[in-house]
């Protein structure tokens, strides 16, 4: 596929791929994977880059990763500096004798492109199988999307692959994280962690402390009303550290929570992806009418009647 031809089909600028130094946002980012979705036509386009993308063509930021230790400190270097190259939040937690790998997208509300999914969950299988020489099976993958995949998916993936779930994750077991990797380069580690810290250093520093709490109040949200208390774990500091800094930005925890609700809810209502009902519980309202009237807060109007003209 042309460059030329995939930014026309995602109705973005033709000489895009020549900027030295271009950025897109979170929806351009979405519309570029469409148009490689569609312009492929292969439903299984996500995997079939990953296998044809050798080492040498990843990012800094992803290519550090496989100079690791093992398969659990790649892991922990990719799920560091991945936020560096996408809008995604990737995370990895060991609960006995399984890993959860975990990646979500709090920015983008609405329906992700499967290829981008794809890429992800074989992004991490690759890590482990090229990294260690051993084609490493996972115990399960979960899927938000709806069912069936495409053969090609759960033919590489050799598990069970389970849709309509809440979180998009692959299950791996904690014996093959301590698999060690062949290409190990503690003095190439030592060359690319300090820059990669620093480049993440700086994307932090640029993003205002509304912004970083608004992201995290996102990813909550579906799992009930957040609080204050849970956000400032998440953000690696104290509630009162927190409220401390949030007081000093001239705006409230409340306020911010009220932001982040009225953000997803105009995306989620534009996208026509889900029921009024269900954005209000995705929302964390314990019902309806509670989203209706704020709703009429923030818009003056119905979210039927919002949706009807947006």
């Not at 312009?39 to 299984?44: E, K, Q, V």
């Not at 800094?60 to 093992?70: E, I, K, L, N």
């Not at 492109?113 to 969950?121: C, E, R, S, W």
Request: glycine content about 6%; hydrophobic content about 45%; overall charge negative.
């Amino acid at each position: 596929m042309q460059p030329e031809a995939i930014l026309r089909q995602a109705r973005l600028p033709a000489a895009l791929h020549l900027a030295e130094d271009a950025w897109l946002t979170v929806e351009q980012y979405c519309a570029l994977w469409r148009a490689v979705e569609t312009l492929s036509g292969d439903p299984a386009i996500g995997i079939t880059m990953s296998l044809a993308t050798d080492v040498a063509g990843h990012p800094p930021a992803t290519m550090s990763a496989f100079f690791a230790r093992d398969y659990r400190d790649a892991l922990a270097r990719l799920a560091r500096y991945k936020r560096l190259c996408a809008p995604e939040e990737m995370k990895f937690v060991e609960e006995g004798t399984e890993c959860v790998v975990s990646f979500d997208w709090a920015i983008a509300v609405d329906d992700q492109p499967y290829a981008i999914v794809d890429v992800t969950l074989a992004a991490i299988l690759e890590l482990g199988r090229r990294g260690t020489g051993v084609h490493i099976m996972p115990l399960r993958v979960e899927l938000t999307r709806k069912g069936p995949v495409h053969g090609a998916l759960t033919e590489y993936i050799g598990a069970p692959v389970l849709c309509g779930r809440s979180r998009d994750l692959i299950v791996l077991s904690s014996a093959d994280l301590d698999r060690p990797f062949a290409a190990y380069n503690p003095e190439m580690l030592a060359v690319l962690a300090p820059a990669l810290a620093n480049s993440l250093a700086e994307m932090e520093a640029q993003s205002s402390i509304e912004d970083q709490v608004k992201v995290v109040i996102k990813r909550r949200l579906a799992s009930g009303k957040p609080d204050v208390e849970e956000i400032a774990r998440e953000l690696g500091t104290s509630e009162r550290t927190l409220q401390r800094r949030i007081a000093s930005s001239g705006t409230t925890f409340r306020r911010l929570l009220d932001q982040a609700r009225h953000e997803i809810g105009q995306q989620m209502l534009a996208s026509g992806a889900n029921g009024i009902d269900e954005i209000a519980f995705l929302l964390g309202y314990q019902d309806t009418s509670s989203f209706y009237r704020a709703f009429r807060n923030w818009e003056g109007v119905t979210p039927a009647q919002w949706r009807s003209v947006n």
